[in-house]
């Protein structure tokens, strides 16, 4: 891990330099310049390349450039990479990760293959990455880091400076923090590097974080919390400790923009419907079946406010162009609820609010619904009744569409309350719900205020 | 800056420290507990008191405490406390902040406040923060961090960490690189601290970065851009240079997560046409205003589609059950469209993929499309069949839901692109058209097909 570059300055840590490697000459598509690449760029590089030289590439590289492109490679691109490789040269390349992203990669693989990649690992690294595998990868043992920088208390600040000289050059990843820990490895304080340098020489580390209240998240956590709370208090790193407070490991701040990102497209594909996890990288079929039963639950749902158009299919019969204005009052109450589901389910992900708040919340979106359906119904009335030359379908059409805007904005600010309550996912198919009950709530409104008063 | 806390550390930057803070007792609220606590949950904990009781906490605590707590309150919620202190209290609160935090703050004071501020500032602080000012609030300039470590290249490695060690001890924030110069400060080369600390100490810093390509971004760089960098390379730090290359600051990836959390909101709120910045703290009147345009949009989009339901009234006349299934066509589209936007438009914030890649995702949707829709048409088939006992309704509504969620899904998936190419946000109300043309097509297929077949 600790091998010299070029005799001057020792490899830096994969993630964070913005130091190049290069790709190997006999691996390359003609016309390719033979220049120092970041591993990141290397990695897209190589996914638009065929798996044959994607496996050339990676089997000429050194291993630790090898083992960077990997830990940037999307996940599908890695495991049909890992799997043509001979088994030796992965796992030099496996030993040579980080174990997180070690234990990403592998997480990946079916468990054959990862066996055999196991076996052929030193006893240390593979148990350690047998222990990674055993925790949920949603959870923040899942995301964490377990190369870490550990002071005993009694540690001068001098100490201190030697040991973590020594502890980089075996290549310990980010080492932003160092943590301090009493005699049963218990996390009792963190100092930062610049704590250290900054630091008297004779004091001892003990004595530096007395009185810290350090924050920290048990290994259980879920890895959206750890976003959260990372986010919140800004840190580099949040320490991992058990239920006794032991330090397990790190969860860095790259992992928590790889959350945060997933979090996002988590939210708004799960709004609609689609697999939080989709990609346009998902293979097609794969979206298929995925997409499919929240499609059948949208149909069944439109079949539901369907059911209501069907109760007043005389109405319709007699007068054709209510059918005409019907869709209107469903499609306006819909976008309302949308905006105000998407402003909710935005704040849910960002913010941890509390019920009250939450509730001020809906009042709010209830209270926007109220003034722009009061202006747009008036729009849509007046463009009824000049369309159709009858004031009452125009009331009828005002009416309906300022009620449902109402119900729109309360539904859609209350419906991903509603889900985090019932502990489900607050955006999933959020909207195909709020749709069913603004078209279902339209469809009723519209043609039972123009039965009551057009006939 | 630099004052010494308890004598045995210093005070540590603001952004990235698990220490705490206390609140001053004659402003907390009764019950509250007196002990430390972090800047950021200070900040949670000031939003839900009183005006008064937040102008009283922050000028009865430290200024260096106020300054941290400041740089973490809500955008509306500084500017009402900035507004309410004495102008001296807030110009020394604000003069205590890093720069880039002061002009978010000050940016968002009206002109004449913040000229007041700014006058009181000493002469080389409020040039530096009138200087910030000018940059788009958007571009790498506009979040960027000037106070940065920079190394001449003929510093040896010792050199180096002396001037390191002077520099952090003025409190530059965040020093997690230090960036290589030229005589012109023409940036030229980065080193980490740990690449610093293990360098051998007799050699040149200039040869250390030499044949490094540097990843920078010019000032007028979208921020965006510079997160979705960030994001790619895992870069703390982001350099930010002039157009000569000579270096200006740096975006450091707190701010990163920031934008990173805004543009996900701006995606989310944006596609349903609610303002980007919109949350629940946007005054509702605001909201009402902001929401207003993209509704009428919407209505307009509507009454369009609506047209076309028009121009069949006849054959709804004849026919009132077709009204009853319509809009299921329309909204079975719509939701397979929304599930192919939502895809493309996280695709299109996370990666900067390229034409062709994107076209390639479009026939993807196509796809996924065709395939669900040929199974979601025969099970609407059967069910309108059932239900009409007409096997021509069947056919006519599983033919019209085919082509509308095959023409759904390809339009999910290029109006993003669409819009992206007329140099338009992807995002930006593109549900609002997606469903006009799911609507619009959905019902002249249907009632189209059912004027040809049915009479």
Redesign the interface.
Known sequence: MAEERAG???H??A??????ITMPEICREAGDEA??I?P?DLADHLENLSLEKQVCALRHMPTEDAAEALAELEGSVAVDVLENLDADVAAQIIAEMSPDDAADVLDELDEEHRDVLLDKLDKEDSEELRHLLNFDPDSAAGVMNTELVLLERSFTADEAIAHI?RE??EDKES??YAYVVDEQDVLVG??????I????PG?RVG??VA?????SVTYDTDKREVASL???????AMPVVDLEGHIMGVVT??D???I??E???A???G????DPE???DTP??E??RK??P???V??LN??L???V??MF??T??QM?????????V???A???G??A???????L??DR?DQK?AW??VL?EG??GL??GC??AL??CA?AWGFTGNVTVGGVMGGALLCDMLLGALAGGSIPLIFRALGRDPAQAS??FL?TIT?GAG?FLFLGLASLFLF
């Open positions: 001057i300055f020792p830096p840590p993630d964070t330099e913005p130091h190049g220049e120092f970041h990141a000289r980089m050059a080492p932003y963190v100092l930062s590097l610049r704590d340098m900054l630091a008297r004091i004595e530096a009185g810290q209240s350090v924050v990372l986010s919140h208090y800004n840190f580099l701040y790259d928590i923009l790889d945060v990102h979090e996002a497209s939210d708004m594909l709004m609609v419907g689609a989709e990609s346009v097609w079929l979206s298929v997409r499919l929240w499609l059948m949208n149909l439109s079949a406010s369907a059911s158009v069907y299919e005389g319709i019969a054709a162009v209510l059918a005409v204005l019907m869709p209107m469903a499609n306006q819909g976008n309302t949308q905006q589901l998407a402003v909710m389910i935005r704040q992900a960002t609010f708040k001020m919340a709010r209270k926007i003034a722009t202006i747009m729009a849509a463009g909207s195909i749709t078209d469809f």
